[in-house]
């Protein structure tokens, strides 16, 4: 089955700094990656998505690539606040009923 | 307003008990789910349902039975608890299948096993 890694499990930035974080898939079949945010003691949050049929999507200050061949996705925070620290979960879809988490990554982002 | 509600939000049980986590969503969702988190396994899919269906199941243990009076409900029952239980149980909901659309999720029951 699928499988997601999600290869920083922590990262600290200074505010203004862009953070990447990054995962791989093993599934070719994987065509949807959404990506989520959890706040302390709070559920998941949506915080954007890319589909197979692009390479780059971007939302505001959120950039997500998708590389296929290499079956490697990232999420790209520009100009980091402190806000944006919380926990962030990449995930990979193989079929309309799956979604496979990433183990998260700790982001930081220091004034 | 919380759009998919989780009760209790904290819940203490005694190993061999049986427990309900009630979850209800208010978004008009189609599909429903349930997933673990825990230090040992970050975010583990359990269920998905999708119009009060069992869509996938990915526990391997019968103790976990999710129950769906109405198609915006989707409880789970755990029963014979183990200290292996303890996590987080998250619920969540989605306009369509998981894997096409924005997974929604509630605010979690953090479950202990003593």
């Known amino acids: 089955g699928e499988k997601v890694e999600q290869h920083e499990s922590t990262l600290s930035v200074r505010e203004g700094d862009s953070a990447v974080i990054n995962c791989t898939y093993t599934d070719t079949a994987s065509s949807y990656f959404p990506w989520y945010k959890q706040e302390a003691g709070k559920g998941l949050h949506f915080v954007i998505d890319i589909r197979s049929n692009v390479d780059r999507k971007q939302s505001q200050r959120l950039i997500v690539l998708l590389d296929k061949k290499a079956k490697r996705f990232s999420l790209h925070i520009t100009a980091t606040q402190p806000e944006d620290s919380a926990i962030y979960f990449c995930?990979?879809?193989?079929?309309?009923?799956?979604?496979?988490f990433g183990t998260g990554t700790r982001l930081q982002v220091s004034p | 307003d919380p759009k998919i509600i989780q009760k209790p939000k904290y819940l203490v049980a005694v190993t061999g008990s049986e427990k309900i986590l009630i979850c209800e969503q208010y978004l008009g969702h189609n599909a429903m789910y349930w997933y673990r988190q825990s230090a040992k396994k970050p975010l583990e899919f359990m269920f998905s349902?999708?119009?009060?269906?069992?869509?996938d199941n990915q526990t391997a243990s019968s103790r976990f039975q999710p129950q769906s009076s109405k198609k915006n409900h989707l409880d789970l029952q755990i029963t014979a608890l183990k200290p292996d239980d303890s996590a987080t149980y998250f619920c969540?909901?989605?306009?369509?299948?998981?894997?096409?659309?924005?997974?929604?999720f509630g605010k979690g029951t953090r479950l202990t096993v003593v």
């Open positions: 995930a990979a879809s193989p079929n309309t009923d799956k979604v496979v």
């Open positions: 349902y999708s119009y009060q269906k069992l869509m």
């Open positions: 969540a909901s989605s306009q369509d299948r998981q894997g096409a659309t924005e997974v929604f």
